[in-house]
T-cell receptor
Framework: SQKIEQNSEALNIQEGKTATLTCNYT??????LQWYRQDPGRGPVFLLLIRENEKEKRKERLKVTFDTTLKQSLFHITASQPADSATYLC?????????FGTGTRLTVIP | DAGVIQSPRHEVTEMGQEVTLRCKPISGHNSLFWYRQTMMRGLELLIYFNNNVPIDDSGMPEDRFSAKMPNASFSTLKIQPSEPRDSAVYFC??????????????FGSGTQLSVL
């Protein structure tokens, strides 16, 4: 069955540094991959989508890579700020599935 | 647009009682999803509707769970009878395209369900 692993449950970094979150998947080949942000007590909010034929996608301070050979996506937040503290979820997806990882809780320390 | 609207925000009930969760998707969206979130299992897809028709309900845990979408602007998720292990946050999400078309999901704020 499909399996999605996000690198760690929690990640703490210093303000101004680059945060890198990892999403690994096994047993399927998603056509695209989405990243969401979730704040406590709220529903996930869409951030970025990257397709299987794209290597990299950027949006402001966010960058996502998608390596279909390694079955891995990396999510980077540059110049991190305390307001970036949240849980980040990856969702490798395809024609008949939309599964989410359990998320990585990021804390940016001032 | 007000976004996806879910009610109630919190629900506390006793084991054996019927629970009904409600969702109003974003106007114009034709896909609707129900998810359940727990610390142990994360976000689990329960059921997916497209144009008000259930397409995939393989994630529905058991016969105690049922979902309906009588029209494009309303869906319900019912648990009868409820059990303590059903305690979780239940999210409704909608999107403007069918599954697999790269459409992002818009989530509601969720219903926090506690079954005592």
């Amino acid at each position: 069955s499909q399996k999605i692993e996000q690198n760690s449950e929690a990640l703490n970094i210093q303000e101004g540094k680059t945060a890198t979150l990892t999403c690994n998947y096994t047993n399927y080949s998603p056509a695209y991959l989405q990243w969401y942000r979730q704040d406590p007590g709220r529903g996930p909010v869409f951030l970025l989508l990257i397709r299987e034929n794209e290597k990299e996608k950027r949006k402001e301070r966010l960058k996502v890579t998608f390596d279909t050979t390694l079955k891995q996506s990396l999510f980077h937040i540059t110049a991190s700020q305390p307001a970036d503290s949240a849980t980040y979820l990856c969702a490798p997806s395809g024609a008949n599935n939309l599964f989410f990882g359990t998320g990585t809780r990021l804390t940016v320390i001032p | 647009d007000a976004g996806v609207i879910q009610s109630p925000r919190h629900e506390v009930t006793e084991m054996g009682q019927e629970v009904t969760l409600r969702c109003k998707p974003i106007s114009g969206h034709n896909s609707l999803f129900w998810y359940r979130q727990t610390m142990m299992r994360g976000l689990e897809l329960l059921i997916y509707f497209n144009n008000n028709v259930p397409i995939d309900d393989s994630g529905m845990p058991e016969d105690r769970f049922s979902a309906k979408m009588p029209n494009a602007s309303f869906s319900t998720l019912k648990i009868q009878p409820s059990e303590p292990r059903d305690s979780a946050v239940y999210f409704c999400a909608s999107s403007s395209g069918p599954w697999g078309t790269n459409e992002k999901l818009f989530f509601g704020s969720g219903t926090q369900l506690s079954v005592l």
